[in-house]
């Protein structure tokens, strides 16, 4: 039977702005992903042979990580620190430092894999090792996952509630948090979405190892800033959650934490600004009690017989 035009309308609807806590009208996260080496060994394993990318890449953890401890000491403000579980074993006490000062530790992978076409099982069992490195290091059991480089597959928020997650923080459909549908979940039903989008990352401003990661740009803080506190000020204005995503090894760097600093004070300028972690954010959104949104893959029109056929997914 031919295929009807109803069978390819998306049910998803926009997410509508929430209520904040008393006295918030937006959200304001800084998050920091520690990615340390293992975002460089994923593009190229035998990166592990150069000695001065490692140093790019350890500079996160061991210089970035506490200038940017300060900083939020400073201010008087939580951030949420997505963290590899490889990361964990190679710096345990940079973790645990992250984890005394009272900042949230959450999910970040094993090894930054990437997880394109990565099958339900072997995504599930890199989900599984994160979690016992994050909690063989630093006693804790996280609530809170980012997919390396945000890469969610369909199956991934079914994993994630299954081990009891309570968001993701990758997916790019949305100013506001929501609450998101995860069919055929077997222990929670949804997950909360804290959503990102590549504009909020350090990454396409700053990454810049030759052959490796970047774009052969490296942009000034100041046009960071720039971006950022537009993006803030505009999100403010919507009663959005701003969710900016730095790494330690690329913000972490004297002029760019700079750019922390001032935009932390340009949150705090702008009244009513809940400035606290993902994890606060998410635990809030969970109370509000919202109708969980669907997501769905496309489906493809059958008619068109001249448009390419996708490969089947990895199971
Ligand atoms: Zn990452």
């Not at 996160?60 to 964990?88: C, D, E, K, M, Q």
């Not at 750019?259 to 400035?275: A, F, N």
Request: glycine share 8%.
């Amino acid at each position: 039977m031919a295929q009807h035009a109803d069978e390819l309308r998306s049910p998803a609807v926009a997410p509508a702005a929430i209520a904040w806590p008393e006295g918030y009208q937006a959200a304001g996260c800084l998050t920091f992903d520690l990615d340390a080496e293992a975002a460089v060994l994923t593009v190229d394993i035998n990166s592990m042979h150069r000695m001065t990318p490692m140093t790019h890449q350890s500079y996160g953890p061991l210089v970035g990580v506490p200038r940017i401890l300060s900083i939020l000491a400073n201010h008087g403000v939580r951030g949420t620190f997505f963290t590899p579980g490889y990361t964990a074993h190679r710096y345990p006490d940079v973790v645990r430092s992250i984890v005394e000062a009272g900042h949230e530790i959450a999910h970040h992978s094993y090894f930054h894999e990437s997880t394109i076409g990565m099958s339900e099982q072997t995504e599930g069992e890199m989900i599984d090792l994160g979690l016992k490195a994050l909690w063989d290091v630093a006693g804790v059991r996280p609530v809170g996952y980012r997919a390396p480089m945000w890469e969610m597959n369909w199956h991934t928020p079914r994993l994630l509630a299954d081990r009891g997650f309570i968001y993701d923080s990758s997916l790019m459909d949305s100013d506001h948090p929501y609450v998101l549908a995860v069919p055929g979940s077997t222990n929670g039903t949804t997950l909360v979405e804290v959503p990102v989008w590549w504009g909020l990352d350090d990454w396409e401003q700053y990454a810049f190892l030759p052959d490796l990661i970047g774009t052969g740009v490296i942009e000034s803080p100041a046009k960071a800033l720039e971006m950022w506190t537009l993006e803030l000020e505009a999100m403010h204005k919507l009663g959005a959650a701003f969710n900016l995503c730095c790494h330690p090894f690329m913000s972490g760097r004297p002029a760019r934490a700079e750019v922390l600093d001032r935009l932390l004070d340009r949150m705090k300028s702008l009244g009513g600004t809940w400035i606290t972690t993902v994890g606060e954010v998410a635990s809030h959104v969970v109370s509000l009690g919202l109708t969980p949104r669907e997501v769905v893959p496309p489906v493809l029109p059958e008619a068109a017989h001249w448009i390419a056929t996708p490969d089947q997914p990895a199971s």
